[in-house]
């Protein structure tokens, strides 16, 4: 596998959409997911999410930040998951509480990581969802 960094991961072929508000935060996230190959595209907020879903072709799966402006990531993911059910989206929050990740989970989130994101943990639940889709 190659890799440029501490991550002994390939996405290679991969395209994450990152919902994230926070531009530094998307910043970091997209600098780690180069790391290991995974193209990434970029939602400002929830409505720009379900925009890009709806019209751009095909994602591998989605990081949703919870708390954003406009559309947040709970309802974004509702309207994702009825558009396409199959899509996997990790919610991602600071939020740490169990009746966040209920909430997450009733939304149609098929997993839950808290932030700050530990990015180990992070592209394993991502490796084994991949796994799954091949």
């Keep these: ?5 501490k991550y002994k991961f390939d996405f290679s072929g991969k395209i994450i959409l990152v ?3 926070n531009l530094i935060a998307f910043k970091l996230i997209s600098a ?9 595209v970029h939602a400002s ?3 720009r999410a379900i925009e890009l879903c709806e019209t751009d072709g095909h994602y591998d799966l989605v990081l949703m ?3 954003m402006p406009e559309v947040n990531g709970l309802e974004a993911t509702r309207v994702i998951k009825q558009m ?5 989206v990790v919610a991602t929050t ?3 509480y169990e009746e966040d990740e209920i909430a997450c989970r009733k939304a149609g989130c098929n997993a839950f990581i808290t932030k700050p994101l530990k990015f180990q943990m992070l592209f394993e639940l991502m490796q084994s969802f ?3 889709q091949d």
């Design 1 to 5: 596998m190659p890799s440029r960094g």
């Design 19 to 21: 919902v994230e508000d």
């Design 32 to 40: 780690v997911l180069t790391q290991v190959q995974a193209e990434v």
């Design 45 to 47: 907020n929830g409505r």
């Design 65 to 67: 930040d919870m708390q």
């Design 84 to 88: 396409r059910p199959d899509l996997v």
């Design 94 to 96: 600071a939020n740490a």
């Design 130 to 132: 991949f796994d799954q």
